[in-house]
């Protein structure tokens, strides 16, 4: 595989938490079985690099030939997601969200990575969406309510981690929708949020 351009597709686990399985010996084995299943799916279907499966998700390299057209890609990209999702849907009952970044060289990939999971995370009706496709509406729905601070604050405190994490998310987001081509001023403050 040429690996020097691609892009990030993540694989969102959707109801993970709403099924109380994040922490339990059933809840690790479907998101195992999941991944056994998405690997030999997504291989199926294109050459990929399929990283371990994280907390709520799956993230993949889609490597591209530089020499193609973006706006072919980006069809190509959610064709592919339309495709895996078909192959998907018969075969587990999790529910996932598909989420497609931007084409980047290799040292660009967090940037995808990072594009394709707010994609996922963003609240629409469909199970795939592009980066590029997020409404304009929703990126500047993503206002920052100081209050959140407090709430996550109050959510650790409380030991109420499941809420601290979706809270987290919302956060997490936001940073992202926010300065999205700059990645020093979000770590600056994920670290003012720590502090």
């Not at 479907?30 to 299943?37: G, H, I, P, S, T």
């Not at 996932?96 to 394709?116: N, T, W």
């Amino acid at each position: 595989m040429d690996l020097k351009h691609g892009y990030a597709m993540c694989i969102l686990f959707s109801d993970f938490e709403d099924r109380g399985k994040v922490e339990s010996l059933k809840g690790r084995q479907d998101k195992q079985n999941f991944y056994d299943l998405l690997k030999i799916k997504l291989k199926g279907l294109t050459n990929c690099l399929i990283g371990r499966p994280l907390s709520d998700r799956i993230v993949a390299f889609i490597p591209v030939n530089e020499a193609e057209n973006i706006n072919d890609i980006k069809d190509k990209s959610v064709k592919l997601g339309k495709r895996l999702t078909e192959k998907l849907m018969g075969s587990t009952d999790i529910k996932f969200k598909i989420g497609i970044g931007r084409v980047y060289d290799l040292e660009g990939f967090p940037r995808s990575c990072s594009e394709a999971y707010l994609a996922a995370a963003t609240k629409t009706d469909g199970i795939i969406i592009h980066y590029e496709d997020i409404p304009l509406n929703l990126q500047s729905s993503y206002d920052y309510n100081s209050n959140i601070e407090n709430l996550f604050l109050n959510s650790i405190i409380t030991g109420n981690f499941n809420e601290a994490h979706e809270i987290f998310k919302e956060i997490f987001v936001w940073l992202n929708s926010i300065y999205l081509e700059d990645i020093d001023r979000i770590k600056a403050k994920l670290i003012e949020l720590v502090f």
